[in-house]
T-cell receptor, first 116, second 111 residues
């Protein structure tokens, strides 16, 4: 099946710094990627939809200036958490369409962000 | 506003028995539904899906039922195995544009 990777898998950063998370589709081209956030014992929350070559579409309540998303190529999307605060600590997951189905998406393994 | 709801946060089932996980939705525009399985600290993995034109889809031990009039879907796992212990998310989509997830149900299969 289609493979999506994320890097890093775990990152600790200090409050006020920025951290970049990469999402790559390894064996297919993904015109659309999604970024999710999961809080403990809560659902996956869609943050934004990332389309290659265009600006990301953010969900209501998600600060686009804080969570910068770039979809520079058909295999890479990045999420940059700027000026991170402890409340940004969470599990961030990306997903991508494989192209074989209009609906089925493949998820990355997730990135655990801890802001101290 | 939670458009997809899983009202049971946890479920325990004996090995070999049937596990039934439930999901309700509010948006009548949803036309595709998916179930994902998630282990701690990992991304979700796709399990099974169903289109709104069907009321049942079966794949091995997993069967998803859709009741459009009740806006309800369920995932049946039979027979349940200890390796099925995980958090299960249902998700819904309208035209594949966005995916809305339920809050998840933690399934524990007791050996």
């Amino acid at each position: 099946g289609a493979v999506v990777s994320q890097h890093p898998s775990w990152v600790i950063c200090k409050s006020g710094t920025s951290v970049k998370i990469e999402c790559r589709s390894l064996d297919f081209q993904a015109t659309t990627m999604f970024w999710y956030r999961q809080f403990p014992k809560q659902s996956l929350m869609l943050m934004a939809t990332s389309n290659e070559g265009s600006k990301a579409t953010y969900e209501q309540g998600v600060e686009k200036d804080k969570f910068l998303i770039n979809h520079a190529s058909l295999t890479l999307s990045t999420l940059t958490v700027t000026s991170a605060h402890p409340e940004d600590s969470s599990f961030y997951i990306c997903s991508a369409f494989s192209g074989t189905s209009a609906y089925e998406q493949y998820f990355g393994p997730g990135t655990r962000l801890t802001v101290t | 506003d939670q458009q997809v709801k899983q009202n049971s946060p946890s479920l325990s089932v004996q090995e070999g028995r049937i596990s039934i996980l439930n999901c309700d939705y509010t948006n009548s525009m949803f036309d595709y539904f998916l179930w994902y399985k998630k282990y701690p600290a990992e991304g979700p993995t796709f399990l099974i899906s169903i289109s709104s034109i069907k009321d049942k889809n079966e794949d091995g031990r997993f069967t998803v039922f859709l009741n459009k009039s009740a806006k309800h879907l369920s995932l049946h796992i039979v027979p349940s195995q200890p390796g099925d212990s995980a958090v299960y998310f249902c998700a819904a989509s309208a035209n594949g544009n966005q995916f809305y997830f339920g809050t998840g149900t933690s399934l524990t299969v007791i050996p």
